[in-house]
């Protein structure tokens, strides 16, 4: 048995319920060791739909700390509140270039993980496609999908590169099959197939 697999998911006030709890549970069934880090060092995040979450750390104080996955949850404004951050962005390119698990659900590889760089060299890639409603304002389904340029796939649930050990997924619908994606890629096919038969994920 190696070494417990470390997983950090970066939050901040409203991101996505769903894609956030979902992260939470299928990592840490797949044996990960997950930590939830604040961007704004809140103890306490709310979440879009007002679930409130007690987190782990803050993100400064884990920054440096090597980690396995880091994996970044959508949602509105939670995916704005997380590109605004640079330490961020720049943790996520290093996590890459060193050969680190890169993930991404929703509006988080638009707006985070392409302005990152991380997405470079990936041959599709997928994110939330559709039209996106808050009581506050409203955005056409291109207006975040152009972001990621000519090759993102609109059909494409969830999309694991194991070369560029990427996992990318698109709306809180995918969350869960998202993490079990994460899982295989970092600890392996029983792992995952026990969390899917668990599941019924099929």
Known sequence: MGPTQTALIPV???NEDIEVIALIDVLRRGGLQVVVASLDDQEVVTLMKGTRLVVDAAFQSVIDQPWDVIAVPGGIPGAMNLAESSPLRERL????LRGGVVAGICLAPALVLKPAGVLEAM???TGNPLAIRTPQQSWPADHFTKLLGSNFDPKARVISDQKQRIVLSQ????AIEFAIAIVRMLCGEDAAVAIENYFLVR
């Open 93 to 96: 390119l290093r996590q890459h």
């Open 12 to 14: 901040a006030q409203g």
């Open 171 to 174: 709306t809180p619908g995918t």
């Open 123 to 125: 041959e599709t890639v």
